[in-house]
């Protein structure tokens, strides 16, 4: 696989830690379903905490990406979705700490609500 940052200053710059936009070339695309903040052991919410969800929704993005064959490095598109966009920064932080520049392109919505109560949920697009 072999990606590519497309950067114009004809658009806004990011505000957060993704690109503009990724081009990728790649033998096969990965499309991941959304992971929240469950444990895989137990099934339930890691904990009430938003960052503590954050980390484990990346934790369970990350064990699929590897069951897959990929590493964060494959991650080309992320759609993010919080229930508080308040948290919009601790959600940036946390993602800038795991997920390894070029950043890949993303999205981030505001939602109502997501399944078991979470506050968070992530999901992605792999180029392998
Ligand atoms: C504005 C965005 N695309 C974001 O924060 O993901």
């Given at each position: 696989m072999s990606k590519a940052i497309i950067h114009?200053?004809?658009a806004p710059a990011a505000v957060g830690p993704y690109s503009?936009?990724?081009s990728a070339s790649a033998g096969k695309l990965v499309f991941l379903s959304g992971q929240i903040g469950l444990e895989p052991g137990t099934g339930e919410l890691v904990s009430e905490n938003f960052e503590g969800q954050v980390r484990q929704s990346f934790a369970n993005m990350q064990a699929v990406i590897e069951a897959a064959g990929g590493t964060l490095d494959n991650v080309v598109?992320?759609?993010l979705f919080l229930t508080d966009l308040s948290k919009f920064a601790s959600a940036n932080a946390i993602m800038a700490e795991?997920?390894?520049q070029p950043y890949p392109a993303r999205s981030t919505l505001g939602v109502a609500s997501l399944p078991k109560?979470?506050?968070f949920e992530v999901?992605?697009?792999l180029a392998l």
């Open positions: 114009t200053d004809a503009q936009a990724v598109k992320l759609t795991i997920i390894p109560g979470a506050q999901e992605a697009i």
